[in-house]
């Protein structure tokens, strides 16, 4: 997983069955001081993450245990997503 | 998943079984993405009916290899979703080093559609 800042929300009404409904934002890396790194990765959000928040973006086929946990996930197309939304770090 | 550009479209009568019947796209992605060998595109199947021209999402890896419904397609790239818009925070954007990829590309088109 990875820290990022949420950017924006990102609105595609045409898109792949299994996510209909979900939201879509765009999350800015951060690297271990806190500074963005210029990468900037689309990420499935099922907690409601504002803009501005701080957040954790879980990457790869374990993505999509966020949206349906378990076996019977494999026709998600999904490789990232808010995991958790952060309020502090030390 | 990144964001792309559809830039063209890959015609190919003889492919792989497991590709039958599957649209293949060639999208530029937006941002710090580099496509591996330095191509500045990719490949990707297109179950959304993405033309040329649109901004697509894009998701790559293990779960675009499953998504035509088995595990040992030969695919690592697919396009989910065709985007209307992108609401962004500009300020957020505007520190230097902040989404420098993202900013230029989307500014003018995705951004300003956003306003509407």
């Known amino acids: 997983m990875i820290r990022g800042t949420v950017l924006g929300q990102v609105w595609a009404a045409r898109r792949s069955r299994g996510l209909d409904g979900r939201k879509l934002v765009l999350v800015a890396a951060r690297d271990a001081d806190g500074a963005a790194t210029g990468g900037v990765v689309v990420a499935v959000d099922t907690l409601d993450a504002r803009t501005g928040e701080d957040v954790t973006v879980a990457f790869g086929s374990g993505a999509r245990n966020v949206l349906r946990p378990g076996a019977e996930n494999r026709d998600l197309l999904c490789d990232a997503a808010v995991a958790a939304i952060v309020e502090g770090a030390g | ?116």
């Open chain 2, 1 to 116: 998943m990144i964001l792309g550009r559809v830039v063209g479209q890959v015609w190919a009568t003889r492919r792989d079984p497991r590709l039958a019947r599957t649209k293949l796209l060639v999208v530029r992605p937006h941002g710090f993405y580099e496509p591996p060998l330095g191509t500045r595109h990719l490949v990707a199947t297109d179950e959304v009916h993405a033309g040329i021209g649109d901004e697509v999402v894009v998701c790559l890896g293990k779960p675009a290899r499953e998504s035509l419904g088995s595990n040992d397609t030969p695919v690592d790239a697919a396009i989910l979703g065709v985007v209307d818009r992108v609401d962004l925070d500009e300020e957020r954007l505007s520190p230097a080093g902040a989404a420098p990829g993202i900013r230029r590309p989307l500014a003018a088109a995705v951004v300003s559609a956003g306003r509407r």
